[in-house]
């Protein structure tokens, strides 16, 4: 009997381990900012001091930086959101066509790892990058995910989410992006 009992502990104790918290979306918490709500990890941080830590973007406003708490060799996943007044009208799609064009010529040893249609929450069509490469000679290589979602033809958001290479799985974090909604 002690021994069934030990058994049923042990593969309860196993099951349990091997559940991922990340299917349901008890894992998520919703951040309300100006014009925009999104889900991100509850475990992660909103960057405040975000004007000296990050550097200055060339045309974008940095609307939003949020970061894992967890850092393996001094590098932890992170979400940025950017923002631009738009001078013409465009989609959620072409705007994230475009950026990866300017992506493949800002990033160093870009490879393109994937291109998919998806919708966002709000039913608004997007174009997810996936891609590895490196900011700078300096850091290492990483693995982004890059989309775009416009609000009321007027303000364009660019999001970049950033992984080490060692993640294949990226679909939770592609679900991360797709939660972006206007307000």
Do not use: G
Request: glycine residues 0%; aromatic residues 16%.
């Amino acid at each position: 009997m002690f021994k069934k009992s030990l058994i049923i502990l042990f593969l309860w104790l196993f099951l349990v381990s091997c559940w991922d918290d990340e299917v349901s979306n008890t894992w998520l918490s919703e951040v309300t900012w100006n014009w925009y709500t999104i889900n991100v990890p509850s475990s992660w941080e909103v960057i405040e001091d975000k004007w000296s830590i990050l550097p200055k973007a060339k045309v974008w406003e940095i609307e939003l930086a949020i970061s894992s708490t967890n850092f393996i060799s001094w590098f932890a996943n992170n979400l940025l959101i950017l923002s631009d007044d738009l001078q013409k009208i465009t989609t959620s799609k072409e705007y994230s066509m475009l950026n990866n064009i300017w992506a493949e010529t800002d990033y160093l040893e870009y490879t393109e790892l994937s291109s998919n249609e998806i919708m966002f929450i709000d039913e608004e069509p997007w174009i997810i990058y996936t891609f590895e490469a490196k900011y700078n000679m300096d850091t290492p290589r990483l693995k982004f995910l890059q989309t775009s979602h416009i609000c009321n033809w007027t303000k364009a958001y660019f999001m970049t989410i950033a992984l080490p290479t060692t993640v294949k799985d990226t679909s939770k974090y592609e679900y991360l992006l797709s939660t972006f909604m206007c307000k």
